[in-house]
């Protein structure tokens, strides 16, 4: 008896410490030019802005907007693919983020094509308001030195219907 608590504990443990590392490689539901984050609830554009997914890839250019190109963009996405379309948070973006991966540092499978550069967030810097953060996916981090008027990459999210 005792036997075969310790296996169930040992089974038990393993998958809470394992579970992790497989939610990583299962939590996506891939449908065509959308990503459905199944953990944090989250649908994302497998492509860039300014770029269309055919047939397994992003083709065209992805283009680099300011935030006040970016609310365009947004309004055309609501318009074009509806739902209500936005900037990630930084936290929402940094989970696309994928340490093992070499350059650009995301799944490339899942989210093709994407540029190993800055990313913008909707998020402001707490600390100097008239800069926004970004994830840079060259590295996989984030940093908050970004203003609003300078152009980077954008991929928008939005919350799972």
């Not at 680099?64 to 379309?85: D, M, P, R, V, Y």
Request: one cysteine or more.
């Amino acid at each position: 008896m005792q036997a075969k608590r310790t296996i169930f504990l040992l089974f038990c443990f393993l998958n809470i410490v394992t579970f992790p590392l497989l939610a990583d490689k299962s939590s996506y539901l891939v449908r065509d030019h959308l990503v459905v984050d199944l953990r944090n609830g989250l649908e994302w554009m497998r492509c860039s802005v300014g770029q269309i997914y055919e047939e397994g890839i992003c083709t065209g250019e992805a283009v680099k907007l300011s935030h006040a190109e970016i609310a365009q963009a947004i309004k055309i996405a609501n318009t074009e693919l509806g739902g209500f379309w936005r900037l990630p948070s930084k936290a929402e973006l940094k989970l696309l983020v994928c340490e093992s991966c070499s350059p650009p540092k995301i799944e490339k499978t899942i989210f093709p094509q994407t540029m190993s550069e800055p990313y913008w967030t909707g998020d402001q810097n707490w600390i100097s308001p008239k800069n926004y953060w970004s994830v840079n996916f060259m590295t996989g981090h984030s940093y908050a030195r970004f203003f609003p008027e300078q152009q980077l990459a954008v991929r928008l999210v939005r919350e799972r219907r």
